[in-house]
């Protein structure tokens, strides 16, 4: 539609409705890869997502440089768009909650006779579930919950879901159990666990988990920089560290390249989940501490005559660090939370990051007007320390909260199959 307007509030009304679309499919896609994901695997499949995202802002920016007409660039890149689009209609969507720990195990303990009801498994153990083809659950979506229903007739009101033996005695790997949609029904009309509607008051509940919490008010103060990255960064490197134009832009590309490289490596270090639930946050709070010392450096030592290797190599260690946190923070973010909770949760921590970048530039032009430049700069980096603290905190509850939802899967499992047997 921009390709078509005519005047200035026409192009204002477009921009809008784009950043209405994407804004509201990020947290969508975040919630639909923690059911198709388990949680050891999220922070690579975070890291994907979020270079995928930067690799597209980064197409835009070269095909917008390399047309004339303003208006042309807008019109190609939303080709791929509709065409994703008509895309996703044919894709199906995931059994919510079926990569869930709390649902695998009851699996596990439902179909291999061999463990018992006090095994204790944990996200990254190995789980040969033995079923044959055809095998059914129920999945009671409406409430997010799985309910197991082995070896008998599968109710025509319920969505039907084929399990599938997924165990590879050679590579002693088991992505899932549940692994494709049969049939889809109405729920019945007796369940008693309902979708809650998004209010005030289920929000706040949201937050009074720790880790959530936490996550969202690091975000803010981690984003401010950023902002004043994108805005002042390449004036200030020539009108006050006396750089040419050509060097100042070339602090920013190194800069983006380093984020490129950090989102990568954000996920790799996601696989210490496995380890421990701690490692991921203790990596989060420390990237952002440290990547703030060499920007640091950089905006307050390096000038003109400053070697181009030092200053690449400093830059380049600054943006690795300070993006690590980025898909590990979504991660977190999704096995902290209730499956059905997980959208609403990230898009809470979308709107305070963009709020963070936005609100920068503002923030250091009215510290500007109060302090100089430089001073102005250095109070905003301090964003980074913030997040970096708040990230260190999230390690003393991260596993308290995701054994808190798993216990109310579990108790949700337990309850929808009394419902299924007669028994409540």
């Known amino acids: 539609m921009v390709y078509f307007v005519k005047t200035y509030q026409q192009l204002y009304a477009c921009r809008v409705l784009t950043g209405i679309s994407i804004g509201g499919a990020i947290p969508i896609i975040y919630s639909i890869l923690g059911d198709l994901y388990p949680a050891s695997q999220r922070s690579i499949v975070a890291a994907v997502i979020t270079t995928g995202t930067g690799l597209g802002m980064g197409i835009g ?25 008509f895309a996703v209609l044919s894709v199906k969507d995931p059994p919510r909650g079926a990569k869930e720990l709390a649902v695998i195990e009851t ?17 990254s153990d190995i789980l040969p579930v033995s079923v044959a083809r055809g095998d059914h659950i129920q999945s ?14 599968v109710d025509s009101q319920c969505e039907t879901l084929k399990v599938k033996n997924t165990w ?7 992505t899932s159990a549940v692994t494709e949609v049969v049939a889809s029904h109405e729920p019945r009309s007796f369940l ?22 936490l996550i969202i008010l690091q975000a803010a103060p981690g984003a401010l920089p950023f902002g004043f990255c994108a805005t002042f960064l390449n004036d200030y490197l020539q009108q006050q560290r006396g750089m040419t134009k050509e060097a100042a832009t070339g602090v920013l590309v190194t800069f983006g390249a380093g984020n490129a490289v950090g989102v990568i490596v954000g996920g790799l270090l996601g696989r210490s989940y496995k380890k421990d639930v701690r490692l991921p946050p203790l990596f989060m709070g420390l990237s952002l501490i440290l990547g703030f010392l060499p920007f640091y450096f950089l905006v307050n030592h390096v000038g003109e005559n400053a070697n ?9 260690l600054s943006g690795i660090l300070v993006v690590i946190p980025v898909p590990l923070e979504r991660a977190i973010l999704t096995n902290v ?9 990230n898009a809470l921590v979308s709107i305070v990051d963009d709020l ?17 430049r430089q001073t102005a700069f250095n109070i905003s980096l301090i964003g980074w320390i913030v997040g970096g603290i708040f990230s260190l905190f999230i390690t003393l509850f991260v596993s308290t909260d995701e054994e808190r939802v798993q216990q109310k899967l579990r108790e949700g499992i337990a309850q929808n199959n009394e419902i299924e047997t007669g028994e409540a």
């Open 61 to 85: 920016q070269i095909i917008a440089g390399l047309l004339s007409d303003w208006r042309l660039p807008f019109l190609i890149v939303s080709i791929p768009g509709i065409l994703c689009s």
């Open 107 to 123: 699996l596990h303990r439902r179909y291999n006779h061999g463990v018992t009801q006090e095994s204790t498994l944990s996200q």
């Open 140 to 153: 009671l979506q409406n409430c997010g919950m799985i309910c197991i229903v082995p070896n008998r007739a």
């Open 168 to 174: 590879n005695p050679d590579t002693a790997e088991n």
């Open 192 to 213: 008693q666990n309902k979708r809650k509607c998004i209010s005030c008051t289920s929000t706040i509940e949201l937050m009074k988990t720790p880790s959530v919490l």
């Open 308 to 316: 181009p290797g030092v200053i690449t190599a400093i830059t380049m």
């Open 337 to 345: 939370c209730l499956p059905q909770s997980r959208g609403r949760a």
């Open 356 to 372: 963070g970048k936005g609100l920068g530039p503002a923030l250091v032009s009215l510290l500007i007007s109060t302090f100089d």
